[in-house]
């Protein structure tokens, strides 16, 4: 087999990067959630039902002082699919798949190797850079 060019890993790279900008702010927007928040989604809680996609937070919310973790429920925006968080979501656990940890159970995970999970402080990042940049280059 040969292996890839220097371009095909810069471009699978930058189309990670795309992804994971995409979801983020894309999520974020569909669920009002903080960043702390939506650096605790729990990937393997994450269940498709029709035109709706249901997931769980590892963590309790900030003003969350007992009982069972938070549910989310996205629905598939049926107009446009370029901006669905469902559809997004779902392709973005497609995409990064086999590059998760084992110990890693949030959604979202760093574009660069060794692609650990990311923090509040790093989606903030990437939803403000995505903002400052525009929506249209999502």
Not at 43 to 49: A, D, G, Q, T
Not at 113 to 133: D, E, K, T, Y
């Amino acid at each position: 087999t040969m292996l890839p060019s220097l371009a095909e890993v810069l471009e699978c790279l930058a189309c990670l990067k795309h992804f994971t900008c995409k979801a983020v702010l894309l999520t974020a927007l569909a669920t009002y959630m903080r960043t702390s928040e939506l650096a605790s989604i729990d990937h393997s809680s994450i269940s498709e039902f029709g035109d709706k996609l249901v997931f769980n937070l590892l963590r309790p919310r900030k003003t969350q002082f007992q009982g069972p973790l938070a549910k989310f429920v996205l629905k598939r925006f049926k107009d446009d699919g370029l901006v669905c968080p469902v559809e997004c979501i779902l392709r973005y656990l497609g995409r990064t798949a086999g590059l998760r940890h084992r110990d890693d159970s949030t959604l979202f995970i760093s574009a660069k190797a060794p692609h650990r999970a990311v923090g509040a402080s790093s989606i903030a990042r990437i939803s403000w850079r995505q903002l400052i940049g525009g929506v249209n280059h999502l």
